[in-house]
């Protein structure tokens, strides 16, 4: 009897040298998988009992795991063919400059097909995906939520700590929303909760939203007392939903996210119905004058919607702020009081309309 064909091995490795020792390459490697992975809808729990899981199904177990040079999981690309498990393996060697990561995938011939239908899932499901993660429009969004959007990674968490740059728009805030121990505030795409810890020092409570889970984690570790407290809640939500009651807070703020939001005028019905009746909503917005400068670079700029002030007050008046006024208030008293580098200043000196200040209240029916 003549044999079955042998099916040829099938496997697929991508590579990259990273400027890092092996130590960080691992463990960066972990984190920003485990974190990007997610985003994907896709769970993966490290260490030596590891797994991956796709919407509640088992898609990756850990065989081995070795600190700083191998990880090799058992993996089930299909679980219509059971049978069909397939390899994957991570590894780490030392290059001159850093470290070299390898990610291998071996086996699935049956899976992927034969022949030209194995190399349309290499070039098409493969190679088309990772050459347009390196074109220009996905690239600009990837650096564009890393940075702001919806950031991630340790650059955005030391910068959303204590991001320079908004002092002086939080120091404006904290002016115009005057709040005090009585004050119940909700925030708006919160980022490391940088103002949240001034604003609390007024002895207020709050809640914040934002998108992004590490800003949400963020927010809450640089406030962790307040959290302890009770008087801090940090919610991961779309600010066009917020899962917060109605009229509920005394005061409301948003800074540095309105350009990015794809449903402005539904976020600004969420904070109306949130806030109580007399409730103040201040908001603040960079506005074309900053394309360029540290303050919105691009390719964010290019990604950011700005507004004119008319355009803006319209939006806030449909939500139901029907007084809400916008002013070009200039930060640079603001950043000079708080003592900011030089070079600082000079952003805010040199672009006096920078900043949008929208303020509205909610008026009785
Ligand atoms: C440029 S950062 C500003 C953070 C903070 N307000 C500040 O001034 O430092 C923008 C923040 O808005 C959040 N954000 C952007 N779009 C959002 C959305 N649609 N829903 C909730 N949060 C959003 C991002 O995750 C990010 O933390």
Redesign the pocket.
Known sequence: MPRAPRQAPFSVQVAGVVPLSRTAAFSVAVEELREALGRLGLEFVPGAKGTVTERGTRVGEVKAWTARERVRLAWHPAPWMSDEVTEVELRFEDVPGGTKVTLEHRGGASVFGEGAEAAGWLFGGAFAPFLRSLAPAALGDWVTDRA????SGPRAREI?SD?EF?RP?FALLLEVLDLGPKDRLLE?????G??LREALQSGCRATA????PE?VRLARQNNRAAVAEGRLEVIE????RLPVPEDTFTSAVC???FG???HPLETLREVHRAVVTGGRFALFTGTRALVGTPACPEPMAARFRFYEDAELEELARSAGFRDAAVRRPDLTRYAVALGLPEEVVAVFRGHADGGQLLVGHKARL
Not at 237 to 240: L, M, Q
Request: aromatic share 6%.
């Open positions: 702001a959007r919806r950031p959303y991001p908004h728009n708006v795409g919160c980022g490391g940088a103002l939203v934002d998108h992004s800003m939500a779309e600010a066009s800074t540095g996210v990015f939001l794809p």
